[in-house]
Structures are given as C-alpha cells and as structure tokens.
C-alpha cells in the first residue's frame, strides 16, 4: 500500500469504503480514519505484517531525502505530487528548516486532503507554500498551474512518493514522468518512492489482491526493471534503486535499518 492518491476515475469513498489516504493515516498512527479504514488496514496487516514498517520507512525516506535536496542539492523548490493527508514532517516543513525561502507545491485529486490542505498551507515568511487540486494524469495542466508558485526556469524537485502505485498501466505511469521531467530544467530532480513484491515482498501479492477487493483505490506493485523506467535519461544518486529504508540511512548500533519491500531513489536531470 502507499499514502498517495493520484488516480484518476476512481469514486471517493465514504465511511463504509476503506480508503488508502485514511488506511495510511491508521497505519502511521493517525486519527483521521474511520472504523472499516482500521478494519481494512488491520486486515492487511494480519495478511502482510510489515506494512506498518513500509509506512513508516517511506515517511523517513521522505525526510532524508528533502534534507538532502534543500541542503547539499541546493534545491529551494518542490513539486510533491500525490500528497496525502497531512502528518508530521511534511514537505513543506522539512525543506524550510534547511531553506527557509523554499517554495513547495502540494498535488492531490482526493477531496479528502483538500479539506486538510489548510494544515498543508503554512510556510515561513520567506517561502512559499501551495495546494493544487489536480490529477497526476495530466502533469501538464499540474505544470500549468504550478507556475503560479514555482518558477520552472530554475531547477525544481518533483516527488512521486507512493504515487505511481495507483497508475495500474507501467507505459502511462513512464509517460508522466517522462513529461514532468520535460518540463524542468537541468539540474532538477526526480524523488519516487514504488512497492514491490521484491526485496522480500512476496507476501504483498495477497493483501494487495485483498485491498484491490476491499478498498479504493486499486494498487500495483512494480519490479526493478519496471522502476528503473522512470530514471530513463536521469542520473541517479548513490546508492541508487535500493528498499526506501536504506537510502542514505545511517546506521543504529553499526546496523542498517530493516529492508522494507518498497523502491526509494532520488536522481537528477542533467
């Protein structure tokens, strides 16, 4: 499972639907969930148990990887697509610790992160923050309207965290990409975060099959070769494609953290 939304056609749901923005939300310890998102995401669980530790390492990716974009990549704009409800150590909020004047645009189509996207909005005086309603299948009316806060002249972050999982076709998802990365210039960057049933995942296979059945919206898990299409052309940083718990993760005790079945990379456009 992932903590974005960036499908297209897939109804809204309610109470009595669980839904991935809300599941995630349980599954970090939030409270914005209802009782059949905890039935669902604890049934998950019970079928695939480190779902909880790929949560919560993607969110720690998350961190390092901003740090790293507005500190030693001198990067001071974003574009995070695929936004999610809001937790702690938000874009926003990571980058303009390092960079006080960094400028991020927010991307959902959920309806349910636009009623939360006042959380989203603040910023320090000297940056800027911003929510665009829109949907990852049209990255160029998401360029667009991002031009309102980012000037895409200068390099920009684009971040596809757990976003690509819920475009089920791998060409159009390469598509997306491809088209993003067109529209900034040299020396931007590209931040994915994907599932897979690799890097001992296998038992994924099941309780995505069950959350495709019980859940909105449907899910895909990619494999190495298919994540490493939406590199093409781009330089990836070390360590490369690696689980998104060990990407630049220092060790705790002269140990790394624990592989989680999930791909993490961050590379830039030359």
Same mark, same amino acid.
């Given at each position: 499972?992932? @903590?974005?939304?960036?499908?297209?056609?897939?109804?809204?749901?309610?109470?009595? #639907?669980?839904?991935?923005?809300?599941?995630?939300?349980?599954?970090? %310890?939030?409270?914005?969930?209802?009782?059949?998102?905890?039935?669902?995401?604890?049934?998950?669980?019970?079928?695939?148990?480190?779902?909880?530790?790929?949560?919560?390492?993607?969110?720690?990716?998350?961190?390092?990887?901003?740090?790293?974009?507005? %500190?030693?990549?001198?990067?001071?704009?974003?574009?995070?697509? %695929?936004? +999610?409800?809001?937790?702690?150590?938000?874009?926003? @909020?990571?980058?303009?610790?390092?960079?006080?004047?960094?400028?991020?645009?927010?991307?959902?189509?959920?309806?349910?992160?636009?009623?939360? /996207?006042?959380?989203?909005?603040?910023?320090?005086?000297?940056?800027?923050?911003?929510?665009?309603?829109?949907?990852?299948?049209?990255?160029? /009316?998401?360029?667009?309207?991002?031009? /309102?806060?980012?000037?895409?002249?200068?390099? #920009?972050?684009?971040?596809?965290? =757990?976003?690509?999982?819920?475009?089920?076709?791998?060409?159009?998802?390469?598509?997306? #990409?491809?088209?993003?990365?067109?529209?900034?210039?040299?020396?931007?960057?590209?931040?994915?975060?994907?599932?897979?049933? @690799?890097?001992?995942?296998? =038992?994924?296979?099941?309780?995505?099959?069950?959350?495709? @059945?019980? /859940?909105?919206?449907?899910?895909?898990?990619?494999?190495?070769?298919?994540?490493?299409?939406?590199?093409?052309?781009?330089?990836?940083?070390?360590? +490369?494609?690696?689980?998104?718990?060990?990407?630049?993760?220092?060790?705790?005790?002269?140990?790394?953290?624990?592989?989680?079945?999930?791909?993490?990379?961050?590379?830039?456009?030359?």
């Amino acid at each position: 499972m992932s @903590e974005n939304r960036p499908s297209e056609g897939q109804p809204i749901s309610g109470p009595d #639907v669980a839904h991935n923005a809300r599941v995630w939300n349980h599954w970090l %310890g939030g409270k914005d969930n209802y009782p059949i998102d905890r039935k669902v995401g604890d049934h998950v669980t019970s079928m695939f148990p480190s779902i909880g530790e790929v949560a919560r390492a993607d969110r720690e990716f998350l961190g390092r990887a901003v740090r790293f974009l507005a %500190g030693e990549a001198r990067m001071d704009q974003f574009l995070d697509i %695929g936004t +999610g409800l809001p937790t702690a150590d938000n874009t926003h @909020e990571v980058a303009q610790r390092v960079n006080p004047a960094a400028r991020i645009v927010y991307v959902d189509n959920d309806p349910l992160v636009l009623a939360h /996207a006042r959380a989203l909005l603040t910023s320090t005086p000297e940056g800027a923050t911003d929510y665009i309603h829109a949907d990852a299948h049209h990255p160029d /009316a998401i360029v667009a309207d991002a031009k /309102a806060t980012l000037d895409f002249d200068r390099p #920009v972050a684009v971040m596809l965290l =757990g976003s690509l999982n819920f475009i089920l076709d791998t060409d159009t998802a390469v598509d997306i #990409v491809g088209r993003l990365m067109a529209a900034v210039p040299s020396g931007s960057h590209l931040v994915i975060t994907h599932p897979t049933t @690799e890097l001992g995942g296998e =038992g994924n296979v099941e309780a995505m099959r069950f959350w495709n @059945e019980n /859940a909105t919206p449907p899910i895909t898990a990619r494999s190495l070769a298919e994540f490493t299409r939406f590199f093409a052309g781009l330089d990836l940083l070390d360590p +490369g494609i690696v689980s998104c718990a060990r990407w630049r993760a220092a060790p705790v005790d002269g140990e790394l953290p624990p592989i989680v079945p999930q791909f993490g990379a961050v590379a830039r456009k030359p």
